[in-house]
């Protein structure tokens, strides 16, 4: 990380308790001006807990917190005015429309009459709400909600945006929308600090990457750095049936086999070098590989290796199928 | 910068926010009328005959007698109401984004109070129309009228931070709209359905010493004529005290923050 750039965000010696429960057990972090940082962690890690302090919403127990350029313990009102948050719970008024949404944030961040209705007219159509603007907020959908919400959150123009699990619940589609939103943010000079249980979208979405396991930051990194953490990838061969399975694992001298999916599991850095060794091997032996596939390392197994603990499988068929399709996996058909 | 000198334009925004509310769902101000307009209609015309013949000497018939216990009902409904309003806000989502705004502290509870003070002032009004339709016979002249919309404005004021204070305590909407339920019960053990003296000794002491009497009977005083001052001052003094401790609690229920 550049530590000339302005810094957004610093944190340092952060500790937060509830009664005996220890939820933060000093974190720190910088955050740079206009990048997107993104503090993944399974539930309960304190990713929630962390959004609400920077966010002014509780206290820390101990710790040097700046925002934007102002402590958030002795002028939370400095840091309020510069910070847009959008929480893991919808924060819509839904017996408003969503226009009276907007409306309602504009009048709370004292805009004057023209330029509130400016803004809300912009920010309607920016998050394709335009159509849906005279519709009260309970009739949205989950992906209008959350459109909405972020929509709200950004009438003031805030420098800061936390952004807590912003695409929990969405579809495939609203959280590829959410996404371009997020970057189109970033892009226009806003910070964005996002927190999320989802490894792929800090994989995608995110410039900086903080490990947080049971109230500790684990790891920090870009995404690269992070998956160089963990020691190489592995190649994946598929096989027609059991006697294939035996000779390639033969063959290839190394790997372990699963017998239920007929699949063998071979250590590997993915070069072509190594690969070509490999398939070299089984011609030799006349194995017929039904498929193959080379697999760098991911955040997963960057999340395996460093907490000793499998990624808590809450992401949803639809996430779990884009992020198999997503590189750094390569699938090769034969 | 300073969120204060923002405190009278954002509670106007909360207040607006608040009667959109109330606009776009009328049933439940409408509720508001008919709890209380049922309790007359019943006892007006079903019990009153009966109650009314046990009660001789009273000014205007039972219908007079009663209504001042049926507007004072008015301000326990519309508490209900504010209750509810009060904790769907705070559990759901939109009350955690106004705490990290840059706004007044206080907005969203003087927004609440406000909204809930002109929603339960049509109520009232509203009821006590209905009641002038069953018999109801206030002889005050103007500044009595006055100084009785003064007193039930001043217990609704004290009954709307109670049930802020009950709102912001519960942890669910469905508690908050049971809590206020017991103040529903103390009009009964007042001196608004009958008088205090007619009642068995332990619930005379009761309704004596509890704050919907003196303010029954200031309204009852200034509206029909009879002995005001006394109770009027209680009725004062209860509300005060209420609203003040409410408000209190309130503001530091608020301030506490949102709970785990």
């Known amino acids: 990380m550049n530590l000339q750039a302005p810094v957004a965000i610093e944190v340092a010696g952060l500790r937060k308790a509830f009664g005996d429960q220890v939820v933060l057990n000093g974190v720190d972090l910088r955050v740079a001006e206009a990048t997107i940082f993104a503090l993944l962690g399974p539930n309960g890690a304190g990713k929630t807990t962390m959004v609400q302090i920077l966010s002014t919403l509780i206290r820390a127990d101990a710790g040097e917190i700046r925002v934007a350029g102002h402590d958030v313990a002795s002028e939370p009102d400095a840091v309020r005015a510069a910070i847009g948050v959008t929480g893991q719970f919808s924060a819509v008024d839904k017996l408003l429309t969503g226009a009276e949404n907007l409306m309602l944030m504009a009048d709370l961040c004292h805009l004057g009459r023209e330029q509130a209705r400016e803004r809300v007219t912009q920010l309607l159509e920016l998050f394709g709400l335009a159509d849906a603007a005279g519709k009260l907020a309970a009739r949205y959908s989950g992906g209008m909600t959350r459109r909405l919400d972020l929509a709200m959150t950004l009438v003031g123009r805030p420098q800061i945006i936390f952004l807590d699990e912003p695409t929990t619940g969405l579809d495939p589609r609203s959280r590829r929308t959410m996404w371009q939103i997020i970057r189109n943010l970033a892009a226009d000079g806003v910070t964005i600090f996002l927190t999320t249980q989802y490894l792929e979208e800090a994989d995608r979405l995110a410039d900086q990457i903080a490990l947080l396991d049971r109230g500790t930051i684990v790891a920090e990194g870009t995404p690269g750095e992070l998956k160089r953490l963990v020691p190489g990838g592995h190649v994946v061969l598929r096989l027609a049936d059991a006697s294939a399975l035996t000779a390639a694992r033969a063959a290839a001298g190394t790997g372990s086999a699963d017998e239920e999916a007929l699949t063998l599991t071979i250590p590997g850095d993915g070069s072509v070098r190594s690969l070509r060794l490999l398939l070299g091997r089984l011609d030799e032996a006349r194995v017929d590989v039904a498929g193959l596939m080379v697999r760098t390392p991911d955040l997963d197994d960057v999340f395996l290796t460093l907490t000793g603990r499998q990624v808590p499988q809450h992401r949803d068929r639809a996430a779990a199928a884009a992020a198999s399709a997503s590189p750094p996996a390569k699938v090769i058909e034969k | ?177 049971n809590f206020p339920m017991p103040l529903l019960i103390l009009p009964f053990l007042s001196s608004g359905f009958v008088p205090t003296a007619s009642l068995p000794a332990g619930v005379r002491w009761f309704a004596e010493y509890q704050p919907f009497t003196p303010v029954i009977n200031s309204l009852r005083g200034l509206l029909l004529g009879g002995p005001v001052e006394a109770a009027a001052w209680q009725a004062i003094a209860w509300s005060v005290c209420i609203s003040a401790g409410c408000y209190l609690g309130s503001r530091a229920l608020y301030r506490r923050g949102p709970r785990r």
Do not use: K
């Open chain 2, 1 to 177: 910068m300073t969120s204060h000198s923002y405190a009278a334009r954002d509670s106007a925004t909360m207040l607006r926010r608040n009667l959109r509310h109330m606009v776009r769902y009328p049933s439940m101000t409408a509720m508001l009328v008919v709890l209380p307009v049922f309790f007359l209609l019943l006892f007006v015309y079903v019990f009153g005959p009966t109650l009314g013949a046990g009660l001789p000497g009273i000014r205007g018939g039972y219908a007079s007698y009663l209504a001042p216990a049926i507007i004072v009902m008015t301000i326990v409904g519309a508490s209900t109401a504010t209750a509810v309003s009060v904790a769907s806000d705070m559990t759901g989502g939109i009350v955690a984004r106004f705490r990290v705004m840059a706004i007044s502290r206080s907005c969203v509870l003087t927004g609440h109070v406000a909204g809930a003070m002109i929603q339960v002032l049509l109520a009232m009004a509203a009821v006590t129309g209905v009641a002038v339709g069953t018999g109801f016979r206030p002889t005050a002249a103007p500044a009595a009228w006055l100084a009785a919309a003064g007193i039930a404005a001043l217990f609704a004021l004290a009954l709307t931070w109670l049930s802020v204070l009950l709102g912001l305590a519960a942890r669910t909407v469905e508690t908050a709209s």
